[in-house]
């Protein structure tokens, strides 16, 4: 499965970004999705995903703000970013595996496919 994931950019605090993973040639029914994000100096760590069969979880830092939605289609999902602060400011990687449920929807090494990232910069 190759992801390509897009949408990332400069926005100043407050302002909201799109993010979105499309999956080449293919659906992505029955795939686990998740959203993870790496801040510079940092590890990695999970922000937003579906289980394979719908469930939905993210993390405390982005709860209220960001949202995870997929297409009917299922073969982009998206991570929608609104009140955006500095500390979101990371690169943003996109990830799916046939495998995901709900104890394993936050686990990076969970993940088979990822996309190769995209940067988003908050400035204060």
């Known amino acids: 499965v190759q992801l390509q994931a897009s949408g990332g950019g400069l926005v100043q605090a407050g302002g909201s970004l799109r993010l979105s993973c499309t999956a080449s040639g293919r659906s992505l029914n029955g795939y686990g999705m998740g959203w993870f994000r790496q801040a510079a100096g940092k590890q990695r760590e999970f922000v937003a995903g579906?289980?394979?069969?719908?469930?939905?979880a993210s993390a405390d830092s982005v709860k209220g703000r960001f949202t995870i939605s997929r297409d009917a289609a299922k073969t982009t999902f998206y991570l929608q970013m609104i009140d955006l602060i500095p500390e979101d400011t990371a690169v943003y990687y996109c990830?799916?595996?046939?495998?995901?449920?709900?104890?394993?929807?936050?686990?990076?090494?969970?993940?088979?496919?990822w996309g190769q990232g995209t940067l988003v910069t908050v400035s204060s």
């Open positions: 579906f289980t394979r069969s719908g469930g939905s």
């Open positions: 990830a799916v595996s046939r495998s995901i449920i709900a104890s394993s929807i936050r686990t990076q090494s969970a993940y088979a496919y």
